[in-house]
């Protein structure tokens, strides 16, 4: 769980990297447009494999 201002950090420090593909760059923009610092915390649930 993260809260919202962490995640935005991380996503910016990922984007900032030159090895992040174009479509995970793209996601991540994305998700970064929608999060606010102000939001309620961030849950990602996702199927291991």
Same mark, same amino acid.
């Given at each position: 769980m993260f809260e919202p201002w962490q995640l935005i950090k991380h996503i910016e420090t990922r984007l900032a990297k030159r090895?992040? /593909?174009?479509? =995970?760059?793209?996601?991540?923009e994305e998700m970064l447009? /929608?999060? =606010?610092? =102000? =939001? %309620? %915390?961030?849950?990602?649930?996702?199927k291991l494999k």
């Open positions: 090895d992040c /593909s174009t479509q =995970d760059r793209k996601k991540l447009k /929608s999060l =606010d610092e =102000d =939001d %309620n %915390n961030v849950l990602f649930i996702a």
